[in-house]
């Protein structure tokens, strides 16, 4: 049986970066982008919405309360959500795997806009076998419940599963139940690391 390869999302097939948004948002606020960032960092309010404990529209209405953002949803969605660009060097590798025939998936902790956003304007998104996202499980990397989902997508267990991850706490949690999880740093060790267990 050929191993399913799981990739992380953010920081591994795309980049991003919440100042942008904290700029675009705080734009349309009385507030600066510190104030946001400050906000986010200091409250559950991210990870309560990564983990579908909140929806789109309470999550928007919880951050517009606390920096007067003056404008809709769907503008604060655009703003919260277009902070990504892409990983070629990655994106060629889950590419050339998939042209080998191998199954892949994607396994992120990540919420409804963000991926609605990635989805649209990334296609390589559209080629994974299946997706796990923290949002729709109502559990987040490392917590064992989402882990345990992407298991019984694959159908694959321990050593089954190659699993790449830039978050060291994810990776371990992966190398606890057996999977062969690489820690990624750059896209030619992460290269050079699957080629070696395959």
Known sequence: MQPSIIFDLGKVLVDFDYSI???????HSSKVPEDLHLFLSSSTLLVEYES???????????VRD????????TGFG???????????????LHAELRR???????????????????????????????????????????????YEAMEKMSGRR????????????????????????ILHETPEKTRAAVEKLL
Do not use: C
């Open 100 to 146: 080998r025939g191998l199954p892949t998936y994607i396994f992120s902790n990540t919420n409804d806009l963000a991926v609605e956003h990635v989805r649209r304007d990334f296609p390589f998104f559209g080629h994974f076998d299946g997706y796990i996202l923290s949002y729709e499980v109502g559990a987040m990397k490392p917590q064992p419940q989402i």
């Open 78 to 92: 655009k703003f919260f959500a277009e902070i990504f660009s892409p990983i070629e060097p990655m994106i060629a």
């Open 21 to 27: 948004a904290a700029r675009k948002i705080t734009a």
């Open 158 to 181: 321990g050593a089954e599963i190659i699993y790449i991850d830039d978050r060291l706490e994810n990776v371990e949690a992966g190398n606890a139940r057996g999977w062969q999880a």
């Open 52 to 62: 579908g404990r909140l929806t789109r529209k309470q999550f928007f209405d919880a």
């Open 66 to 73: 606390a920096v007067g953002f003056d404008g809709d949803i």
